[in-house]
């Protein structure tokens, strides 16, 4: 029984109520817009071999994002979801861990993957739902997933893959694997059951997972101002002992240092740690939004002063590990790069009728398989109104 | 083979999983040291450490959530919840997670290692908030097993073969019948088929189809049938999901009859699904219409609970009505 409290704590004789903000949480901030460190700032681990390839991702993130989102409006994918502003959190955070360690992120992580090597191709394949979707064309564009680079399939359910982080971890540390499990989600999600269910089954049991919240001021078009009170979602983390610290998330070296640190901790502990990444959402929750419903031009042009790929880039030309016609090739390449692999995934094959029902169990029961039996015959009785299955009948 | 009651079955068959496998934990609120409220985790912690049978915190949408977080991880998570009443704030993590994490991912990721016991059902006086017969709500998702055994025997050989199937189970445990009565239980490791319902007496007249404790209700309705002259036919059907089409529809083409009985609430209760399945099966066997012998769609009531309870004579009733339409 945990006696402490009662036991050791300090005692006053009249009443004391203690305000959230008077536990005072600092944001770390190492690198500035025009890309010179802050005085006394501690770089992550980086060279310029890394720091290269995490820029690279950067701009294969924004360049994917504005090509699918044009994608989007042209009607050729159904659904899109940008991280415009908020790069910096998913590919710093996966720069700064191994690739055993387990990614679980909520739905705006994709830069996350594209450090661990997902391929152009791979995201189209996705996007189209073709045959060649890892996820076999069962859900909607944006939701990826690879087992071969430790990146959990998206959920839409919000906020499930906190606890079930939580549980992965302990697997890993009951394996005693040298291997954690980063946890993404917004400060929107932190309002769901799940996610106080997660921290504190994670701070229990002692599970070495990286909680990463990535504040970005808007949950759709809630602002966090309507979302929660207190002292934002950092000093939840506190409440459940959960080992917090809250940084700059358009600084991409915060971002990097952090999660360097988190993981070392959570491994070397075999404990739960807790990231607050402040950041903004200069984009609309995705192709289905409008913020200009809910928010002003002079507040998105505010943020837009503290771009994170722009602060990068700045600094990788100060250390001169890169220059304006490197940059204006890479843009190219990648903005040709994604619209050929736009042409070629749109017109793969749909997954076959059969995936309808595999994977539904490990083998497809009776009831299932007699289900799409009688679909089968009934398409070949009406092909010309089921065209995509129709023909490979 | 050994006389044990139901909880020693399931006891036993969590002891013979750990052991066989150092991947798989029971965990759950109280289950580690007490060995849960109902005793079915008793002496696990001891024997394999508080890492593999520990208690959680009061979290049902925690503990399902970590168990599937584990399941996809590789590990074999047993998790516990405490009634089948409190299994709904871990109804997301159920339905929209454990049952879709394969199909969403197309095989990526899986949860196939998990398995869900808790206790379900009246008769033990426990009013609307620990009585309660949730499974059909499961039967409506895609991507799970729903499991109910009657007795110690088919406890433990349902429980070993829900542990290591590939798809997540619930398991639900009649806990009228923990400690009711004991069984002959083989010692060993073994396993009985999921998805296989079992014919408990073979008849000619009627087929009388139940699971988990309503299975008694059954037999004691069957022997006063029987008195009449009426010969019954009863069924187990163990899974619920899948379900045993076939067993069930050659007997009803055999007998011509069918009362199905559960104690859950009669509308949208499994025992549509199955009358339905079966008219279009056997509808021209049908000597009168299928029989539902179910609990009233009331909550499940406290000081009249014997009254809610569809008894023997409640089914008794049924039969007779079947036999003389």
Not at chain 2, 50 to 55: A, P, Y
Request: with cysteine; aromatic share 10%.
């Amino acid at each position: 029984m945990n006696t402490e409290i009662y036991n050791e704590g300090p005692v006053v004789h009249k009443p004391v109520f203690i305000d959230g903000h008077s536990v005072e949480i600092p944001i770390l901030k190492v690198l500035q817009q025009d890309g010179t460190l802050y005085p006394g700032a501690e770089l992550p681990e980086i060279d310029q071999e890394l720091a290269t390839k995490v820029y690279k991702t950067l701009a294969f993130h924004r360049v994917l994002d504005e090509r699918m989102v044009a994608a989007q409006r042209q009607g050729r994918v159904s659904f899109y979801i940008a991280a415009l502003g908020e790069e910096a959190t998913s590919v710093g955070g996966a720069a700064a861990l191994k690739d055993q360690d387990m990614i679980m992120a909520q739905y705006r992580e994709q830069g996350a993957l594209m450090f661990r090597g997902f391929t152009t191709e791979q995201f189209m394949n996705q996007m189209f739902s073709n045959e060649k979707d890892l996820g076999k064309g069962r859900q909607m564009p944006i939701h990826y997933g690879s087992n071969e680079l430790n990146y959990m399939t998206i959920s839409s359910p919000l906020g499930t893959q906190i606890p079930q982080a939580s549980g992965y971890a302990y697997g890993q540390k009951l394996q005693g694997l040298d291997a954690v499990t980063i946890c993404y989600f917004g400060e929107g999600a932190a309002s769901e059951g799940d996610f106080h269910a997660g921290l504190n089954m994670a701070a229990v049991h002692k599970a070495p997972v990286i909680f990463f919240c990535r504040n970005n001021g808007y949950a759709i078009s809630t602002p966090s101002d309507e979302q929660y009170v207190g002292n934002g979602i950092a000093s939840r983390g506190v409440g459940y002992g959960v080992k917090t610290i809250r940084i700059d998330g358009n600084d991409i070296l915060a971002v990097m240092k952090a999660v360097q640190l988190a993981r070392e901790y959570a491994l070397k502990e075999s404990a739960p740690v807790m990231i607050e990444a402040m950041s903004y959402r200069l984009g609309a929750h995705s192709t289905s939004d409008d913020p200009s419903g809910y928010r002003t031009r002079e507040e998105e042009a505010k943020w837009q002063a503290h771009d994170p790929i722009l602060r990068m880039k700045n600094w990788m030309l100060a250390q001169n590990w890169w220059d304006e016609a490197q940059e204006s090739e890479l843009f190219e390449g990648l903005r040709d790069e994604v619209l050929a692999a736009v042409k070629v995934a749109e017109k793969i094959d749909k997954p076959e009728l059969q995936e309808m029902v595999n994977d539904v169990y490990d083998v497809p029961p009776k009831h299932l398989q007699d289900q799409l039996d009688a679909l089968a015959e009934h398409i070949k009785k009406y092909p010309d109104a089921y065209p995509v299955t129709s023909g490979r009948l | 083979m050994a006389q044990m009651n139901l909880l020693q079955a399931i006891n036993n068959a969590l002891d013979i999983a750990m052991a066989d496998n150092d991947r798989a934990l029971c965990f759950g609120e109280d289950v580690g040291h007490f060995g849960g409220v109902f005793r079915a985790t008793s002496g696990l912690q001891d024997k394999y450490g508080k890492e593999r049978c520990f208690n959680t915190p009061l979290t049902e949408q925690g503990i399902i959530g970590f168990a599937n977080g584990l399941a996809a991880q590789g590990s074999v998570p047993i998790a516990e919840i405490q009634f089948a009443d409190y299994i709904f704030p871990a109804f997301d993590q159920i339905v929209n997670e454990s049952a879709k994490f394969r199909y969403r991912s197309g095989n990526e990721f899986n949860v196939g290692n998990l398995t869900i016991r808790s206790p379900y059902g009246g008769g033990i006086a426990g009013g609307l908030y620990h009585s309660q017969s949730p499974e059909a709500y499961f039967t409506h998702t895609p991507g799970l097993k729903v499991v109910v055994p009657r007795n110690p025997y088919q406890a433990k050989g349902l429980l070993l073969a829900s542990i290591r199937d590939d798809n997540p189970v619930i398991f639900f445990e009649p806990k009228r019948l923990y400690r009711a009565s004991t069984g002959e239980v083989p010692e060993e490791d073994y396993q009985l088929p999921l998805g296989k319902a079992d014919v408990v007496s073979t008849g000619d007249d009627i087929t009388l189809l139940a699971w988990g404790a309503q299975m008694e209700i059954m037999e004691k309705a069957a022997e006063m049938a029987s008195a009449d002259g009426i010969s019954c036919e009863v069924i187990d059907l163990r899974s619920i999901l899948p379900w045993d089409v076939e067993t069930v529809a050659n007997s009803v083409m055999k007998t011509g009859r069918l009362v199905i009985s559960h104690e859950a609430p009669v509308t949208s209760g499994f025992a549509g699904e199955i009358a339905a399945t079966i008219q279009q099966e056997c509808f021209l066997h049908l000597e009168s219409p299928i029989e539902r012998v179910c609990g009233l769609d009331t909550p499940y009531p406290l000081a009249q609970e014997k009254e809610y309870i569809p008894d023997h004579l409640k089914v008794y009733e049924a039969i007779k009505r079947s036999i003389n339409y």
